[in-house]
């Protein structure tokens, strides 16, 4: 996401396909009920942007700011707004550690699976409170992968995750980060934090099929992939057959497989 950090996922088709499938209506519900359709709002790590015109649509009498370190993926985010028709909502490359906003500029602040990739996470909260106007809300949604649930059990799918997490923290992340929202919220000074959780779950045979389908192609093709090797946490075999795994799973009539994101939302002081 930052230059200073290794963006585990990577950008690779098979991810942004995926995050591109994101909406504003399921991965930021929790935080609607706090936004007026007048805000200015800063959508953080915002990927290919599906998220980020879901916002602007919200915000209609307001405006959207989109930002991500890799220009690259941008332009699937400025096509969609094109197609849509929203006039209020605009990209940029940007580094969550120096943002290019002057204090005080935006009403709301949101991110998405962002702080986990981050090795100094409290440095990017402080920087959103700077950009947020007095009595400024930010939103958060970063997952909890340690609470993963799968079934049947496979050990395929547990050396992934494991291999998940190792990679995650060589490259400086926190692949569980969702559960220490309340404590970096109240770190970086927002008042009246309040934290909740969501469930990502996959259990009809559509789901199950391109949840698996996805991370099969993720765990060979990805940037998790490559550092795996890399760092020496996996080796290419162990790699394919996890991916195997995850094949054989997706298409498991008994398949299920779930896991929880922390959602905060807090207020700098007005």
């Not at 088709?13 to 007048?38: C, I, N, W």
């Not at 985010?77 to 940007?94: D, H, I, K, P, T």
Request: proline fraction near 3%; glycine fraction near 12%; aromatic fraction near 10%.
């Amino acid at each position: 996401m930052q230059d200073r950090e290794t963006y585990t996922h990577g950008h690779h088709e098979s991810v942004v396909e995926q995050h591109a499938m994101r909406t504003a209506g399921e991965a930021a519900a929790f935080f609607k009920p706090y936004l007026r359709p007048d805000m200015a709002l800063l959508d953080l790590g915002c990927g290919p942007g599906s998220i980020t015109v879901g916002l602007a649509e919200w915000l209609s009498d307001g405006s959207v700011v989109g930002v991500e370190l890799d220009g690259g993926v941008l332009e699937a985010g400025r096509e969609q707004a094109r197609e849509m028709g929203l006039s209020n909502v605009e990209f940029q490359v940007a580094s969550v550690y120096e943002l290019p906003f002057e204090d005080e500029t935006f009403d709301a602040v949101y991110a998405h699976q962002v702080l986990q990739h981050l090795g100094q996470p409290a440095d990017a909260l402080t920087e959103a409170r700077r950009v947020l106007k007095p009595g400024g809300v930010i939103g958060v949604r970063e997952v909890d992968w340690g609470s993963a649930i799968v079934w049947p059990e496979m050990s395929e799918i547990t050396r992934f995750l494991d291999i998940y997490h190792r990679v995650t923290a060589r490259n400086g992340g926190d692949a569980d980060v969702g559960r220490r929202l309340r404590a970096l919220f109240n770190g970086a000074g927002f008042t009246d934090v309040r934290v909740g959780a969501g469930i990502w779950s996959f259990g009809t045979m559509e789901l199950t099929k391109q949840w698996g389908e996805s991370w099969a192609r993720r765990v060979l093709e990805s940037n998790i992939a490559d550092r795996a090797v890399e760092y020496g946490i996996a080796s290419k075999q162990e790699l394919e057959e996890a991916s195997a795994g995850w094949l054989r799973w997706s298409v498991e009539p008994d398949a299920y497989f779930s896991f929880s994101h922390g959602e905060a939302v807090g207020w700098k002081a007005a």
